[in-house]
């Protein structure tokens, strides 16, 4: 019992830093029509920038977010004005393999930096642990549900309570009505990627602090990210949130409870059939987008 | 119309001809690739063809793998090369993928022309470059594929020369099954990657800790793409296992080693298959080599103060072009550098590059390496290495098993966590 609980718990705690760095991706392609494959190596990119920071520099990694956060807005900026601005049709499909192109280069980038060699971010409080219901919950893990927490609810707070997050959910609905009523729809994309990639900062701070990681670690994850923003419907942050739940609470419990062989076939079936019923998933729209 | 069918005619005719024509040239070049001794210029140099995993899941160990391949292409050449002819080698990416694998040796074969191949990183991607190799009648000399299912190819090829897999733990079985009954442990929990490398390994040791009376409290395997190894972590601490055996590479013997510190568990003995022979990659994420005291792994045939063939000149050349101390070695690169030892001894006895009489002699001989002795049984494995078993002792790791091998005693039981 005690094994489930702590199934349970830890799976909501991963699960949120999962919703962190999902939501980004899933805001991207609301407002952009744009499937950002590049998201999973920038959550790397952001846990390599914490761990320049704390070991060349000493700065603590949740410190460090001061400066990574904005960093990666800057980069994604970057990114969106270089090479998704240029994406003028099939912006799904091509999205697919630009951001996939940059991926690569930035993995190689990676590789030549820091080079394949394995590394952690470290700080005197990530192997410490609280003793709760018969287990240690280590305090990394509540730091990052909290630091998540935060960071989703000051995202609800900018796209739902503020001008910009009006133009921004405008835009998510129809860019070119968006448009006539005044709304820079091509700024609310710069930024709007930008946000995407600073929330991917965030993620990898969490990350990195809690899994040892390589540039290569990227593919999992990005394939991870995929199938929760699908899971909880494309476009929708309420989606990412309870999809990078699920799936984390539902593979711990069936890892611990069955065999970590199953957890991933019987999670992949549930996805299946949820699809078949639902194929918008949990909280995306029936309807497709206005265009 | 009877003109055009007429030329029509005409035209596939020669097309005929010239299709021939290439297909026999082609024919000529593939069989020039089979004897390449013969026609290449005594002057030129030899060229040596690799797969590299740069990227993808294995390129932590590719930068070793690389290192050791150039260190000992270095090495020869400064004593005048290769039957007198400088070595240059060919590396290619491979993404860590069989198929990135089969790409990278049709290239060096049948676009680079290649004189001789050796072996990429990892057991799956071994037996996909040993294929291309065998269709074009290559051997390949290789240092990592040491699976069981390596060996079950049925290619006369392939040729490992480190330690098989299956016997890697074999060491660290005897030892606990030579404790005195009332210290031996009574229990034991068995986790790993699903990987043909690291399964049999703990399978064979769980089959020596059972016949000796140690009780499997928990057996369980998890996808090699695993990212999160926290719930399987939970369940080994859940176990309470008095005996800890993992089949891991770095990041997850990482991950387990944070883990099982942070819940305060401490079995009396662990042991990782791979990672905590990895120097910092494993000591600087876990918190230092205080936190590695006492933990085990095991060791496919070298370390720094082995007597073994070249280990001395070799460790200098190492630090003179890489920098750093013995302890940043990876057995990567020792099994690269090895894999050139058993390549120039067996060029330079039968004076000849030729793939055909290679694979002959390395069938029928035997060679020196920085692991020890090399001998090659009929499916390829070696069947004269030696599994040592290594300890993190006082911030060294260091041999502690077989006695004759040892530098201390085994740390047991393991001290708990700092």
Request: proline letters at 4%; charged letters at 15%.
């Amino acid at each position: 019992m005690t094994l489930i609980i702590e199934a349970v718990v830890l799976g909501i705690l991963t699960g949120s830093v999962y919703a962190l760095m999902a939501s980004g991706l899933t805001l991207v392609f609301g407002v952009l029509d744009i499937i950002n494959i590049a998201q999973g190596i920038l959550v790397i990119v952001g846990a390599y920038l914490s761990y320049t920071l704390e070991k060349y520099f000493h700065i603590d990694i949740i410190l460090g977010l001061l400066v990574t956060i904005p960093a990666l807005f800057l980069l994604g900026i970057g990114i969106e004005w270089a090479f998704m601005r240029r994406i003028k049709r099939d912006r799904v499909m091509i999205s697919i393999l630009v951001t996939f192109a940059v991926a690569l280069v930035i993995e190689g980038l990676l590789n030549f930096i820091f080079t394949p060699n394995y590394v952690q971010l470290t700080a005197p409080y990530i192997d410490a642990a609280l003793p709760v219901f018969g287990f240690y919950l280590p305090y990394i893990y509540l730091f990052g549900f909290l630091l998540s927490v935060v960071v989703l609810t000051l995202l609800y707070f900018l796209v739902y309570r503020t001008k910009f997050g009006f133009g921004l959910r405008a835009s998510m609905q129809d860019r070119t009505a968006a448009a006539l009523i005044g709304i820079d729809v091509e700024r609310v994309q710069t930024v709007t990627f930008g946000i995407g990639v600073a929330l991917a900062a965030a993620g990898g701070m969490v990350f990195g602090a809690t899994n040892p990681f390589n540039a290569a670690t990227s593919y999992d994850l990005i394939s991870r990210l995929l199938v929760i923003i699908v899971l909880g419907g494309m476009g929708s942050l309420r989606g990412a949130l309870f999809a990078s739940l699920a799936m984390l609470v539902i593979s711990d419990i069936i890892d611990v409870v069955w065999s970590p062989v199953w957890a991933n076939v019987i999670f992949f079936a549930l996805l299946i059939v949820l699809l078949l019923f639902r194929p918008q998933g949990f909280f995306g729209r029936l309807e497709g987008r206005k265009q | 119309m009877v003109r055009s069918t007429a030329t029509f005619r005409k035209f596939f005719s020669l097309s005929g001809i010239i299709v021939l024509l290439l297909a026999a040239l082609a024919a000529c070049s593939t069989q020039q690739n089979n004897a390449n001794s013969n026609t290449t210029t005594q002057s030129s140099p030899i060229l040596i063809g690799a797969s590299i995993a740069n990227s993808g899941d294995f390129s932590a160990d590719g930068k070793p793998t690389r290192e050791g391949y150039e260190l000992w292409a270095d090495t020869i050449n400064k004593q005048g090369g290769l039957l007198g002819r400088q070595v240059k080698l060919d590396l290619v990416n491979d993404n860590s993928t069989p198929a990135g694998v089969t790409t990278a040796y049709q290239k060096l074969i049948n676009v680079d022309h290649v004189d001789l191949t050796v072996g990429p990183f990892a057991d799956l991607t071994a037996v996909a470059a040993a294929r291309v190799a065998h269709r074009s009648g290559y051997a390949l000399i290789e240092g990592s594929g040491t699976a069981v299912a390596v060996f079950q190819q049925g290619l006369d090829n392939i040729f490992s020369v480190s330690l098989s897999a299956k016997n890697y733990l074999v060491s660290f079985a005897e030892y606990i099954l030579s404790l005195p009954a009332a210290q031996r442990p009574k229990t034991a929990a068995y986790s790993t990657q699903q990987d043909p490398f690291l399964g049999p390994q703990l399978d064979e040791a769980r089959s020596l800790l059972e016949n000796g009376g140690v009780k499997t409290v928990l057996n369980q395997q998890y996808p090699v793409e695993t990212s999160d190894y926290t719930p399987y972590a939970q369940k080994v601490v859940a176990s309470g296992a008095d005996l800890v055996l993992l089949g891991t590479f770095t990041p997850d013997s990482v991950a387990y080693v944070k883990a099982f510190k942070q819940q305060h568990y401490n079995p009396k003995a662990i042991i990782a298959a791979s990672g905590p022979d990895q120097g910092d990659q494993f000591t600087g994420p876990i918190g230092g080599t205080k936190v590695a005291e006492g933990i085990f792994v095991p060791n496919g045939g070298w370390y720094a103060d082995i007597n073994t063939f070249g280990n001395t000149q070799f460790q200098k050349d190492y630090i003179a072009k890489y920098g750093g101390s013995t302890a940043d070695i990876s057995s990567d690169t020792v099994q690269a550098y090895s894999v050139g030892q058993v390549l120039t001894q067996a060029v330079t006895k039968i004076h000849s590059i030729d793939n055909a009489k290679l694979i002959q002699e390395l069938h029928s001989d035997s060679f020196d390496t920085l692991q020890g002795p090399v001998k090659f049984a009929a499916d390829g494995q070696n069947t004269t290495a030696v599994a040592f078993l290594f300890q993190w002792q006082n911030g060294n790791l260091i041999p502690v098993y077989p006695q004759n091998n040892a530098q201390a005693n085994p740390e047991y039981p393991k001290r708990t966590w700092p």
